[in-house]
T-cell receptor, first 116, second 112 residues
Framework: GAGVSQSPSNKVTEKGKDVELRCDPI?????LYWYRQSLGQGLEFLIY????????KSGLPSDRFSAERTGGSVSTLTIQRTQQEDSAVYLC??????????????FGAGTRLSVL | KQEVTQIPAALSVPEGENLVLNCSFT??????LQWFRQDPGKGLTSLLL?????REQTSGRLNASLDKSSGRSTLYIAASQPGDSATYLC???????????FGGGTRLMVKP
């Protein structure tokens, strides 16, 4: 597609439920990133995928958070047993290659998660 | 651990004014620095990327500078317009592209 696509755009769930957030990166981009934007915490890195390599999970806040990327394209971020502090906007980004000085990350519009 | 700070947190200016947004970072070993724009309820739009070997980048009315040794970057907006109203985020990349570390943003309001 033309840009990074995320779904749903909004998600309201009850505390304790599991949620899945989807990201469809720009075609041909090998790197995919998940970030979280919450009040008081700003934008924080969660997890990073590069091709078929093992993901960098260093930003995941707890073991309730996991993500996978199927076929090197679409990614799903799963939050189990959601808590109210998980309420945030979850942003996905993709880039053409792994890194280097010219690496530009392109962001989706995000999924706004509200945990009641 | 890299920390990124943006000052001011909010700024309100009349249309037509030139303005400067500031970004500072604690670890100067960066690959690049990006400036983004975020409109309410929307994702981030990349405005400018400055590689660590560069000192500035320009795009239209925007000019971003980088002083790596002092850990500072500025985003200069010339002849501001109401359509420039948004939150501007600075982010640094200092680990081979694995992740960006963001500042808290500057919320800009340009009044007609």
């Amino acid at each position: 597609g033309a840009g990074v696509s995320q779904s749903p755009s909004n998600k309201v769930t009850e505390k304790g439920k599991d949620v899945e957030l989807r990201c469809d990166p720009i075609s041909g981009h090998t790197a995919l990133y998940w970030y979280r934007q919450s009040l008081g915490q700003g934008l924080e890195f969660l997890i990073y995928f590069q091709g078929n390599s093992a993901p960098d999970k260093s930003g995941l806040p707890s073991d309730r958070f996991s993500a996978e990327r199927t076929g090197g394209s679409v990614s799903t971020l799963t939050i189990q047993r959601t808590q109210q502090e998980d309420s945030a906007v979850y942003l996905c980004a993709s880039s053409r290659r792994q890194g280097g000085a010219k690496n530009i990350q392109y962001f989706g519009a995000g999924t706004r998660l509200s945990v009641l | 651990k890299q920390e990124v700070t943006q000052i001011p947190a909010a700024l309100s200016v009349p249309e037509g004014e030139n303005l400067v947004l500031n970004c500072s970072f604690t670890d100067s070993a960066i690959y690049n620095l990006q400036w983004f724009r975020q409109d309410p309820g929307k994702g981030l739009t990349s405005l400018l990327l400055i590689q660590s070997s560069q000192r500035e980048q320009t795009s239209g009315r925007l000019n971003a500078s980088l002083d790596k040794s002092s850990g500072r970057s500025t985003l200069y907006i010339a002849a501001s317009q109401p359509g420039d109203s948004a939150t501007y985020l600075c982010a640094v990349n200092n680990n081979a592209g694995n992740m960006l570390t963001f500042g808290g943003g500057t919320r800009l309001m340009v009044k007609p």
